[in-house]
């Protein structure tokens, strides 16, 4: 009998966390992401940027993280922008128009602003 209650309890705790956790959404610090960050998103999967750069430490190491890279220094957008332009010597260039660009930099910019990174450092 006290085995039933047991199992009856761990069943209904894992029923409640589990009810939780899937109605909690995929919101980051209470920020939804906009369509334009979704399709810099978009472009960041089609293009293949986590082949050299992380975000959250996850990906290639041939370039920086990107994680915080938005914010990192006063001028990160200006040089992220002229970099996805241009490309580098060892990052390519990947042709982005300006809309393209502008996608990513708000897909990047979602990524800072919801990153934990950001809360534990300050
Ligand atoms: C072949 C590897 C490679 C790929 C693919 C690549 N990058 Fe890069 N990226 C680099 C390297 C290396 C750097 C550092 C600058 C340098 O030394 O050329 C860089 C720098 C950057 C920077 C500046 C970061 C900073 O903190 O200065 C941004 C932003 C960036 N890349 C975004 C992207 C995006 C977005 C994509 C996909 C569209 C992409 N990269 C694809 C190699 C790559």
Same mark, same amino acid.
């Given at each position: +009998?006290?085995?039933? #209650?047991v199992?009856? #309890?761990?069943?209904?705790?894992?029923?409640?966390y589990s =009810?939780?956790? &899937?109605?909690?959404?995929?919101?980051?610090?209470?920020?939804? +992401?906009?369509?334009?960050?979704?399709?810099g998103?978009?472009?960041?999967?089609k293009?293949?940027? %986590?082949?050299?750069?992380?975000?959250?430490?996850l990906g290639?190491?041939?370039?920086?993280?990107?994680?915080?890279? =938005?914010?990192?220094? /006063?001028?990160?957008?200006?040089?992220?922008?002229?970099?996805l332009? %241009?490309?580098?010597?060892r +990052?390519?260039?990947?042709?982005?128009?300006?809309?393209?660009? /502008?996608? !990513? =930099?708000? &897909?990047?910019? &979602?990524?800072? /602003?919801t %990153?934990? !990174?950001?809360?534990? %450092? /300050?």
């Amino acid at each position: +009998m006290k085995k039933g #209650f047991v199992f009856l #309890f761990l069943f209904s705790s894992f029923l409640v966390y589990s =009810i939780l956790v &899937y109605t909690k959404g995929t919101k980051a610090n209470g920020k939804t +992401m906009s369509a334009e960050a979704v399709r810099g998103k978009f472009l960041y999967q089609k293009h293949n940027c %986590t082949a050299c750069h992380q975000i959250y430490g996850l990906g290639g190491y041939l370039g920086p993280d990107l994680t915080n890279a =938005i914010s990192a220094k /006063e001028n990160s957008e200006i040089v992220a922008k002229a970099l996805l332009k %241009t490309g580098t010597q060892r +990052m390519p260039d990947f042709h982005l128009n300006e809309n393209e660009i /502008e996608e !990513i =930099i708000t &897909y990047l910019k &979602y990524i800072d /602003e919801t %990153t934990v !990174i950001n809360t534990i %450092t /300050e």
